[in-house]
């Protein structure tokens, strides 16, 4: 018995002696585990003298669950006194301010783009999508342009190479196109009136490079048919339209013009809205002795625009002339950039030259 007493006394001063969940686990397996001292006394029960078996065999029992319990409180304990200073050691201080990572921004020209598109979508318009290459007949024919027109010329016009077999004869042909109102009849197939869209995206012309011309542009075009719409709509709306984008309502006047697919067609220009129509040099600047946005017109040339052909309407099934009339125009998004922010080479937009890029830092 005394035996006992001896071992339980050992074992629990080592027990006691652990400072880490390691060194109790350590002291666990040397006293309470398979082959230790207690476990051992009461496996070989059997060789003792029988009046000692019994009491042995539940004194043995007895240390050996105190020693059990003992241990698991204490592992708990360990274990938690551990985990605290863990998480004191592995804080982290969210008051740090962050290391300031580069942060790109938009492109002028993208942030344009969203914006006439927001203007757009706020009056009910939806924004859609048609392809940059085109077939002659999306491109011209379908837009009452004919045969023969100077547009269709191979020297105005980038034809794809093994697709231009009768260039500028041939609807199959395949074209970059020129203008987004290539979009109007993709549209018009593929729903019915009442139709109120707008397409932004890349155009291109085989036109000289200078400072206001690329080979390579973006237009926005605006379509809307729907029965009863007249030339006071189009005008009612480019004006809501640049009053938005110019912030402050501004005079529309609207010049008689030729498109092949708007009847009539028109040329919208709008009041200046640096000087507000008087042509003179804003106060302060004494270089200059007029305007220099509209360069003392008084008047900004904006867009091309008109009332749908009815050749156009015709062109689909659904758009009965007799019944339903339509507007629309067309807008150049980089011009629309460059007015706004006031820079002077459109190719300022292609070149990605980072000090021009950065002075618009708009939102992400
Ligand atoms: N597509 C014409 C251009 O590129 C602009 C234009 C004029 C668009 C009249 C239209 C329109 O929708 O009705 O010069």
Known sequence: MADIEQLARDARADLEAATTVADLEAAKIKHLGKSGPLVLLLRNIKDLPPEQRGPVGKGGNIARKELEAFAADKGAQLADAELDVRLRREVVDVSLPPRAMPQGTLHVLTQTRRLLEDIFLGMGYQVIDAPEVESEWYGFTALNTPVGHPARNPSDTFYIEGRDQGAGANDDALILRTQTSTAQLRTMQKSTPPLYVVHP????????????????????????????????????????????????????????????????????????????????????????????????????????????????????????????????????????????????????LFQNDLRFVRQFPGRP
């Open 201 to 348: 995206g890349r155009v291109y012309r085989r036109d000289d490079i200078d400072a206001t011309h690329s080979d390579m542009f973006h237009q926005m075009e605006a379509l809307a048919i729907h029965e009863g719409l007249t030339l006071a709509d189009l005008k009612g709306t480019i004006e809501q339209f640049l009053a938005t984008l110019f912030g402050g309502r501004l005079e529309v006047r609207l010049r008689t013009h030729f498109f092949p697919f708007t009847e009539p067609s028109v040329e919208a220009d709008v009041q200046c809205f640096s000087c507000r129509g008087t042509g003179d040099p804003l106060p302060g600047d004494e270089d200059s002795e007029r305007c220099r946005v509209c360069r003392g017109e008084g008047w900004i040339e904006i867009m091309g625009a008109g009332m749908v052909d009815p050749n156009v309407l015709g062109m689909v099934e659904g758009y009965d002339p007799d019944k339903v009339t339509g507007f629309a125009f067309g807008i150049g998004i980089d011009r629309v950039a460059m007015l706004r922010h006031d820079f002077p080479d459109l190719r300022l």
